[in-house]
């Protein structure tokens, strides 16, 4: 959704027509390319061989497509080879080429918030809710509802992503409970997780509270859909809860993101918007 998102912003200041690679996603073994089937994306096409020969001329082949992404063969890129450089927001992307073939992560909102009303259109959910999801959102908009995210899975089951990312602390999930409480009336907590048994095992919240963990596989999106609904977030580190929080839309929400977004140490100074807080 990042990589949409500032790609999207950048055909826009240029002008230019947004095509989508999604030739990753047919190896990816944690899901497949998603966003066409979720959300009602506007004005892009998908990358095929010729689109790439159009912009990266002979460097377009998919195997050296992908092999220019190591930094031991910079010099070799064309200049519409764009490479993020770091994780903080990188001003310089929008002199690049119009013409140009981005890789990143690109996980800042100052690379889309020019055109913040164009991206939240795009990134409208397809789908209506229904039966249990629906009851739930209409509980959501009746109570000072607060989404509460707790991302395990994979960052606990694969050793080597568990050494990147880390997961928040239970102490980190009490002292943002505790932090939004006092300042909202009468919070509803809703929590999601992909362990929702551990959740219910550890996180024990003295308010009304609901345990979110019927929606998995194909619709593991509608735990996104449904934070967006609720009117407080408690996110973790984790793209799918810091989308779930920008994707509502309101001005006086609060939002709560960890202070170590990486194991180990990267700077995420410009990846959470300046109005959310950090325990």
């Not at 009602?40 to 020969?53: G, T």
């Not at 000072?144 to 991302?151: A, K, P, Q």
Request: with cysteine; glycine share 4%.
């Amino acid at each position: 959704m990042f990589q949409y998102a500032t790609a999207k912003a950048l055909a826009q200041h240029k002008e230019s027509v947004l095509f989508l690679d999604v030739e990753d996603f047919k190896h990816y073994e944690l899901h497949r390319f998603e966003l066409t089937d979720v959300f009602k994306l506007s004005s892009f096409e998908l990358a095929a061989e010729k689109d790439f020969r159009d912009v990266l001329s002979w460097q377009s082949f998919q195997q050296l497509r992908k092999a220019l992404k190591s930094p031991k063969l910079s010099w070799f890129r064309n200049e519409h080879y764009v490479v993020e450089p770091f994780f903080q927001y990188w001003s310089n992307l929008r002199g690049s080429p119009a013409n140009a073939y981005l890789i990143g992560y690109w996980q800042s909102e100052k690379y889309f918030q020019d055109y913040e009303d164009i991206i939240r259109k795009d990134f409208t959910f397809i789908k209506p809710l229904e039966g249990l999801n629906l009851q739930l959102s209409g509980q959501m908009n009746q109570s000072d509802s607060v989404s509460l995210h707790i991302r395990r899975g994979d960052y606990v089951s694969n050793p080597e992503t568990l050494k990147t990312h880390g997961v928040c602390s239970l102490s980190y999930y009490q002292d943002a409970v505790k932090f939004v409480s006092g300042k909202v009336a009468n919070p509803n907590f809703y929590v999601f997780s992909d362990d929702i048994a551990w959740a219910k095992d550890h996180l024990k919240i003295d308010f009304p509270c609901e345990y979110i963990g019927h929606n998995t596989g194909a619709e593991s999106y509608r735990d996104m859909q449904l934070m967006s609904i609720c009117k407080h977030h408690i996110i973790a580190n984790s793209s799918f809860s810091w989308w779930g929080a920008w994707l509502d839309g309101r001005n006086d929400k609060i939002v709560i993101a960890p202070n170590q977004w990486f194991a180990n140490g990267t700077n995420t100074s410009d990846l959470l918007p300046h109005s959310w807080l950090v325990l």
